[in-house]
């Protein structure tokens, strides 16, 4: 347990810095992200456009520290309904079991069947694309039934060890069960599933403004430059580069992170 | 520790490996939802085209209208490809004159209009065209059903109409020296009911199939009257993503693609010479007069000043496009007029003047529809939404898929503004200038000046072209003078077409002729 956790670490700098730059893109920007013309048309990248400029002259530095804003912020919101909604489902079906768990993990079972995107793709078009909420309430229902199913089998390990039983004996509310005695022994497990999950979202999120259902111009996103960027794969190649780079290095803090906690609370479980 | 460095490059490796699966698996998802990308090889479309070297796939940007049948087609885009297929009395040239077609000569004082049906024309079905068919079809567009609008409300200017076996006969309530373009209206046989799935027309080409959402393919009409089409076949392969447009031009599949943008030309490369026409329409941004504040003429002028266009055609176009100032372009030679074209200057403290003056001295917030498959429209918007913040008004994009903009937006009229371009049905001022009269039911920004409505029925009425034109731009004047919408360009039309490939003809209306495209080799 002494051993350094040079996963954790390295997960949390590497984080801490992705968060910091996401911070100092909600509240300065070298330009404004929107302002066309800040440079010449496909400016490569140089010191005054680190990296360099889109087909409006946008400083695509500038759009990528907001769009990551934009991106993140969608994933923490999909990631909250999703882990909040499976962890409910999960609790419930978890500890209680019976025929609500058979039908609810049934249900689970054929939402999964679903390509996610395919899903995503269904919500969004009943709810009306466009607008961030809704693509947040779209991802966040795709992401409900991975979190079921893994918190239902923490729930479940959880339900008929001693320390449950004794709590039960004396006379201990279920609802007091679940979130005092159940739910903090769960983390080892939600953890790092909440670190998968981001980085799941975040990829959703980039896929589906990639697909053009996500956030809508001149609002910028990761996945909606990365599409843009594709329309001007000759004539701009940074732009794909650069924004490619900020999603793979979000992706890669959080899952360094993630591995990190799984290590760490290996000894535990 | 060596170990664990490993695991973290393998899942470096995963990680990427799954981003780059992510991106792959996106581009397969437009293909299957919008069959984007044909370099496939499960499409049985693409492959004749290397086998027989006289097709041509040709790219288009959105489906066409559900029904096929020539005169009830809404969208310019259906136009636009149906004109290889149907033909009427008389068809444009890309001069913008008029030449005889299904009739073979025609005279007229301008009242009366005679016209000889040409012997030997035939429907792609084989049957010979009758005089009864001709009938049919002009009669189909001029009376109402149900007592409703005319599809041609010009067509009630029609007082009689006498017809042989070879000569008709019509007579008009009064002169009208530009009756005639309207007889371009396809000829369609009168006892046939399919046109809606299986359209039969006399053009050079006759339709074969359509699979919704993915192509139509037409085929050369082996007994067309006149000089037939040089290519056998022609598949016209929807590509609504735009990002895909371009790996379809490059990877073989299309071979043809018309209303490029200026930055996707640029990537082509040398396989592919660049034809560059005039889209022939009028892009503005269309106010919608019946919503609040755009009922207002000061916040339209402000609009108007607000609005930098040479920046639009500089930042979106790369300089392409022709400016404009009312709904009129130039390839409408005698009618436009260009003393329009800068009536609203580039001028933000006039836009903010004139904003005080409507009660809005802080501006105020506004929605712009623009249909997603139209990535110039989008950009414009784009542009314009920048522009906008600097006169203090606060503009957002809400991207809709072009069903949705035809039903809400054009037809239900539920929108405040949207940048779209219109075109002309026919090759007359009347196609763009009539819908702004405050009756007419394709009147979508809701356009009400009686002075306009005055000035267009003295305009149909005038015997005398020239005193016809003069009222036509003083119409033109009216909606630049109400700020009617902020008109901005007329696209240029940048035509991709494959090396080896030639005959592309331009027309001053939106159409794509694939009758004169041939291979040179």
């Known amino acids: 347990m002494k051993r350094r956790n040079g996963f954790l670490t390295a997960g949390l700098v590497l984080t801490g810095l992705v968060a910091a730059l996401i911070l100092l893109g909600a509240f300065w920007t070298p330009y404004d992200p929107n302002a066309m013309a800040a440079g010449p048309k496909f400016d490569s990248p140089s010191p005054a456009h680190w990296m360099g400029t889109d087909n409006f002259g946008r400083d695509i530095f500038s759009r990528v520290l907001q ?21 409910l489902a999960g609790a419930l079906t978890g500890y209680f079991g019976g025929a609500a768990d058979e039908l609810l993990m049934r249900l689970n079972d054929v939402l999964t069947a679903f390509p996610s995107i395919l899903l995503a793709l269904v919500v969004i078009s009943v709810l009306g694309p466009g607008k961030k909420i809704n693509v947040i309430l779209a991802l966040g229902l795709v992401f409900i039934p991975s979190f079921a199913r893994v918190s239902r089998t923490a729930f479940a390990s959880l339900r008929d060890v001693n320390y449950i039983q004794s709590a039960r004996l004396m006379g201990a509310s279920n609802l007091r069960i679940l979130a005092v005695h159940m739910l903090p022994n769960t983390a080892p497990v939600l953890l790092p599933a909440l670190t998968i999950g981001f980085n799941n979202a975040v990829l959703a999120e980039a896929s589906m403004s990639f697909l053009g259902i996500g956030v809508t111009p001149p609002d910028a996103s ?29 992706v890669f ?12 609370d290996k000894g535990v479980l | 520790m060596k170990r664990k460095l490993l695991e973290v490059l393998l899942l470096l490796g995963l990680l990427s490996a799954a981003l780059c699966g992510c991106g792959g698996g996106s581009t ?5 939802a919008g069959p984007a990308d044909s370099a496939g090889t499960q499409d049985p479309a693409a492959q004749p085209a290397a086998d027989h070297p006289n097709a041509i796939t040709v790219g288009i940007a959105q489906d066409l209208d559900e029904s096929l049948d020539p005169h009830l087609a809404v969208a310019a885009g259906t136009k636009e490809i149906m004109f290889n297929v149907f033909e009427g009395l008389v068809k444009p040239t890309p001069d913008g004159d008029l030449v005889p077609a299904v009739a073979s000569e025609f005279t007229s004082d301008g009242t009366t209009y005679t016209f000889t049906l040409r012997q030997g024309v035939k429907f792609h079905n084989g049957d010979a065209v009758e005089m009864r068919d001709v009938v049919y079809s002009i009669n189909r567009n001029r009376l109402a059903e149900d007592g409703g609008e005319p599809l041609i409300p010009a067509l009630s200017a029609i007082k009689s109409m006498t017809a042989d076996d070879t000569t008709l006969t019509i007579t008009l309530d009064q002169a009208n020296t530009e009756f005639l373009a309207y007889l371009t209206l396809a000829i369609l046989p009168e006892d046939y009911d399919g046109q809606d799935t299986a359209p039969v027309g006399t ?63 640029a990537q082509l490369g040398d396989d592919f010479n660049i034809e560059e026409g005039t889209m022939n329409l009028v892009q503005a941004m269309y106010l919608n007069h019946a919503e609040k504040p755009f009922d207002d003429v000061r916040v339209r002028q402000a609009l108007c000043h607000a609005v930098d266009r040479q920046q639009i055609l500089d930042l979106a176009f790369d300089g392409y496009g022709s400016l404009i100032g009312s709904s009129m372009y130039p390839a409408f030679g005698k009618y436009f007029d260009d003393s329009l074209t800068n009536h609203y200057p580039h001028d933000v403290e006039k836009a903010r003047a004139l904003l005080a003056d409507a009660g809005y001295p802080d501006g105020f917030a506004m929605t712009i529809t623009v249909p997603s498959n139209y990535q110039p429209h989008i950009d414009t918007a784009q542009v314009i939404v920048e522009q906008l913040k600097e006169a203090g008004i606060t503009a957002e994009i809400q991207l809709v898929e072009w069903g949705s903009w035809l039903s809400d937006v054009y037809a239900g009229r539920q929108y405040q503004a949207t940048v779209v371009g219109v075109d002309a049905s026919t090759m007359t001022a009347r196609a763009l200038l009539e819908r702004f009269t405050s009756t007419a039911g394709n009147n979508f920004i809701n356009y009400n000046s009686p002075l306009y409505d005055s000035l267009f029925v003295k305009a149909t009425s005038s015997a005398g072209e020239a005193a016809q034109t003069e ?4 119409m033109e004047a009216d909606l630049t003078k109400n700020a009617a919408n902020v008109y901005i360009q007329d696209l240029a039309d940048l035509v991709a077409v494959r090396k080896g490939l030639t005959g592309v003809r331009f027309y001053p209306i939106y159409v794509l002729d694939l009758a004169g495209v041939r291979y040179t080799a």
């Open chain 1, 67 to 87: 769009g990551a804003g934009a991106t993140a912020s969608i994933a923490l919101a999909t990631l909250f309904i999703g882990a909040a909604g499976g962890c």
């Open chain 1, 222 to 250: 990761l996945g909606y430059m990365l599409s843009e960027a594709q329309g001007m794969l000759f004539a701009a190649p940074w732009y794909a580069a650069g924004t490619g780079l900020v999603i793979v290095a979000m």
């Open chain 1, 253 to 264: 803090s959080v899952g360094l992170l993630g591995e990190g906690l799984r290590r760490r």
């Open chain 2, 28 to 32: 397969g998802k437009t293909a299957e």
């Open chain 2, 203 to 265: 053009g050079p080409f006759k339709f074969v199939s359509r699979a919704a959402q993915d192509n139509i393919v037409l085929e050369r009409f082996e007994d067309y009257w006149g000089e037939p089409a040089y290519l056998d076949k022609v598949t016209f392969k929807i590509i609504e993503n735009a990002d895909s447009i371009l790996m379809s031009l490059q990877s073989g599949a299309v071979d043809l693609f018309a209303h490029l943008t200026s930055t996707q030309v």
């Open chain 2, 471 to 474: 009222f036509y731009k003083e």
